[in-house]
């Protein structure tokens, strides 16, 4: 596979989940009624290093719970494999909550609109905010991230890949050309 | 993430067209939707926009009723089709129903037809996915799912279990199904009955043991499972009477002892209360009858999903 460039290291990937979880704790005024959800599936160990850094900064357990998209997604009737069920995981009431969204990329925001109707299923959140690692541009739906470790532009045709190492061994952000993927 | 498996656009006539892998992913998928009908708020978006049709020629209320639960929570919509009300009654043949529907844009069709093969035929002319909710003595597919659904999320796994299933086996499709079933997730199984009810060639074609008296076939049993004793079926001759199949085969709390100590009870339905099952096990602490009722529509949504919820 030909790799275009590695835009993130492990430690620019740890440097940027640090510095995101201080602005979560500056612009919320603390963790006060903060609940953190990780998309399947790298938003997944992302809210979970989320949480470990916010316990360091203001020694407070923020609840993780998990939203898998899939029975939500709107280009179902256009793919032609078939994804994994895995469901979603909320341990906790979220009416009320003050919820912050993660997932690894935010592209055309489809996958965030998926999750925004996913998570209103279980009730009415008093406010969701939206994490991402990478802002890689191309939007199709008016969506903003509220916390953005790195934004990368992009061309159409390439692919951001994140790596972590709960999920695929290694932490790296990687950039493909999407013909060298699919060869 | 990718699946190994893909089940969009298959038929699902009976599970021996399934790999042991593909039911795991079909248990997998159902533990999910039980957790989205735990939920205040039931509704999933997933197959907005597909339509899917009950086609019931045989008289059916929960098995039916569950299917169109199933796919009206997926959001697909639901149309039904009765053999009594409909065309079918002024002499349409089964071809040209299935053409009609087609054209109406059906996306997946479920039958249940006392003929077997029923479901075979409207695949053939509709080329759509068909799901079988029953063909004569030959399949429920979806009833043994459920079946091995209730027992895999009790108790982990079917592997090494010993499973009883007591009654009218010759008529049963449910026995057939899951013997194919139980037997591909590892079970060991025992089917019990009159020797009028329970044909000898079944260990040949499944793999089962047969056994005629019931305090052996219950030995070591971690599941024991009645069949409904078809009443109408007296007539036949196949057994001198109820009272008599009673007082050899009921599930009582004396004969339940037979098996291992909290074995689990199951039945399909709809249930004789005091003539195959007394009341005292079937509303019992052991007893999964109703959870087996509520894992039909959780096991129905994650086939829907798994047969339709993309591109077929």
Redesign the interface.
């Known amino acids: 596979m030909n790799m275009k460039s590695k835009i993130m290291d492990a430690s620019a990937i740890e440097r940027a989940i640090r510095r995101i979880a201080h602005e979560i704790v500056e612009q919320n005024k603390g963790l006060e009624n903060i609940y953190l959800v990780g998309i399947?599936?790298r938003g997944v160990p992302l809210a979970k290093r989320l949480a470990d850094y916010l316990r360091q900064i203001e020694n407070t357990e923020v609840p993780v719970g998990i939203i898998?998209i899939t029975?939500?997604r709107d280009d179902?009737?256009?793919?032609?494999?078939?994804?994994?069920?895995?469901?979603?995981e909320i341990g906790f009431d979220i009416e009320n909550a003050n919820i912050i969204l993660i997932d690894d990329v935010l592209y055309t925001g489809r996958t965030v609109r998926a999750a925004f109707?996913a998570l209103l299923?279980?009730?009415r959140p008093h406010k969701i905010q939206l994490c991402v690692l990478i802002d890689r541009g191309h939007r199709e739906l008016p969506i903003k991230a509220n916390y953005v470790g790195k934004n990368v532009p992009t061309a159409q045709d390439e692919i951001i890949k994140v790596s972590l190492a709960e999920t695929d061994g290694e932490d790296s952000v990687k950039i493909f050309i999407r013909a060298d993927v699919e060869a | 993430?990718?699946?190994k498996?893909?089940?969009?656009g298959r038929n699902l006539f009976d599970l021996d067209d399934y790999s042991t892998d593909e039911i795991v992913a079909i248990l997998?998928?159902t533990?999910?939707m039980k957790?989205?009908n735990l939920?205040?708020?039931k509704?999933?978006?997933?197959l907005k926009?597909k339509t899917v049709c009950t086609l019931f020629f045989e008289n059916s209320t929960r098995t039916r009723m569950s299917f169109e639960l199933a796919a009206s929570r997926m959001s697909a919509d639901v149309v039904s089709f009765s053999a009594e009300t409909s065309a079918l009654a002024k002499g349409e043949s089964l071809q040209d129903t299935v053409y009609t529907l087609n054209a109406m844009g059906i996306d997946l069709y479920i039958v249940r037809h006392s003929c077997p093969g029923s479901p075979q035929l409207v695949h053939k002319h509709s080329s759509k996915p068909v799901i079988n909710a029953g063909d004569g003595r030959h399949a429920h597919p979806t009833q043994a799912l459920l079946d091995i659904f209730s027992i895999w999320e009790r108790l982990g796994s079917l592997k090494g279990l010993r499973i009883a299933i007591v009654g009218d086996v010759t008529h049963s499709r449910v026995v057939r199904s899951n013997l194919i079933g139980m037997k591909k997730l590892g079970a060991e199984v025992v089917v019990c009955g009159p020797r009028t009810l329970v044909p000898g060639y079944l260990p040949e074609i499944y793999g089962c043991e047969v056994e005629y008296d019931l305090k052996t076939a219950l030995k070591n049993a971690d599941v024991v499972m009645g069949l409904r004793m078809q009443i109408e079926r007296q007539r036949e001759g196949l057994f001198p009477g109820l009272d008599e199949y009673t007082r050899h085969y009921v599930l009582s709390k004396e004969t339940i002892r037979w098996a291992k100590k909290d074995a689990l009870i199951m039945h399909p339905g709809p249930m004789n209360r005091g003539i195959e099952i007394l009341p005292e096990i079937a509303d019992s602490e052991q007893s999964l009858i109703l959870k087996q009722v509520a894992n039909g529509v959780n096991v129905r949504m994650?086939i829907l999903?798994?047969m339709l919820?993309?591109?077929a």
């Open positions: 399947r599936s898998d029975l939500y179902l009737s256009t793919i032609s494999h078939q994804p994994v069920l895995k469901g979603s109707d299923d279980f009730g | 993430m990718q699946s498996f893909n089940l969009l997998e998928a533990q999910v957790q989205i939920r205040d708020y509704k999933l978006p997933t926009g994650a999903f798994l919820g993309g591109k």
